[in-house]
């Protein structure tokens, strides 16, 4: 006698396949994600002429040299106070533009071999400036371009608006030859304004200073003279580095407390001094 069995029903297939379509349809619904194959367009890479936020480029083109936050880099800092309020707005386009011959500093445009757009390059001109500004779109030819607008109700920069420079700050820029008639600087005056300002710190020929069986701050050296412009002289002179320590031309020195500030014209002979140790190396 065969034992009795109760068949055990099965599904359609068609059923089956419907309830699991429905399952798979209520966890997307759950979990808030789109289906598969429909990428968020937030999620899309930014193409890179067309990144805009100052941070990204930054981080991307200027703190490799400059620091983290344009402070502490192998270069002298961008964000220090009194080298913003001094430097020149079309200075900054002009370099970032063309870079500095002679010098490490590149050129940053497209149209000189970098990779920045004129949009680009205006967002860290106005940045380091303290300019507020607004981003335009503009479509041309298909395309979306973008157009940087100095306007007080825009975007703040991030490292803050810039006071107006000291009434007795020197110029950013070393005066002319063709102002004067002369060569703008003096050599021999240099040297004292350097045995004023600088010999307490660099040696009273630039050779530097022993510390811990070191010798630290040599600056009258050939790599180092032929690394850096007359222009970057000038602006060391006047800001210094405040990231080590360096006075500006108005500071209080070491062996001084009563230091008396510089003024333009002994910049420019200090300058003048310095540039001349190039020569006789």
């Known amino acids: 006698m065969k034992p009795l069995s109760t068949p055990i029903p099965r599904k359609a297939p068609t059923v089956m396949r419907s309830q699991a379509y429905l399952v798979a ?4 619904a759950i979990a808030g994600c ?3 194959g429909q990428p968020n367009p937030a999620d899309r890479p930014v193409p890179s002429d067309k990144v805009m936020e100052f941070a990204v480029l930054f981080q991307q083109n200027c703190a490799g040299c400059h620091g983290d936050d ?6 002298p800092p961008l964000h220090d106070p009194l080298f913003r309020a001094i430097v020149p707005e079309d200075e900054l386009i002009s370099i970032l533009n063309k870079g500095r011959q002679k010098t490490l500093m ?3 445009s497209k149209e000189n071999g970098g990779t920045l757009t004129p949009a680009q390059i205006q967002v860290l001109v106005k940045e380091i400036k303290g300019i507020p500004y607004r981003i335009v779109e503009k479509k041309e030819s298909g395309s979306v371009q973008f157009e940087v607008v100095a306007v007080s109700s825009g975007i703040t ?9 000291p009434a007795d700050a020197p110029s ?8 004067t008639g002369n060569s703008p600087g003096n050599e021999k005056k240099g040297e004292l304004v350097y045995a004023r300002a600088c010999a307490g710190c660099h040696g009273d020929h630039g050779q530097g200073i ?3 069986s070191k010798t630290v701050r040599t600056i009258n050296d050939a790599v180092f003279l032929a690394l850096i412009s007359n222009q970057a002289l000038r602006r060391l002179a006047i800001t210094g580095r405040p990231d080590l320590g360096m006075p500006t031309y108005a500071e209080a020195r070491p062996a001084n407390p009563a230091f008396v500030p510089l003024t333009d014209q002994e910049i420019t002979d200090l300058v003048a ?3 001349s140790w190039r020569e006789h190396k």
């Open 25 to 28: 349809l209520s966890l997307v």
């Open 157 to 165: 920069p991030r490292w803050g608006l810039v006071a107006k420079p």
């Open 106 to 108: 590149p050129a940053f």
């Open 273 to 275: 001094m310095l540039a």
């Open 34 to 36: 789109d289906l598969p």
């Open 210 to 212: 022993e510390r811990e």
């Open 172 to 179: 950013y820029r070393e005066p002319s030859a063709s102002s």
């Open 70 to 75: 344009g402070k502490l880099g192998a270069a």
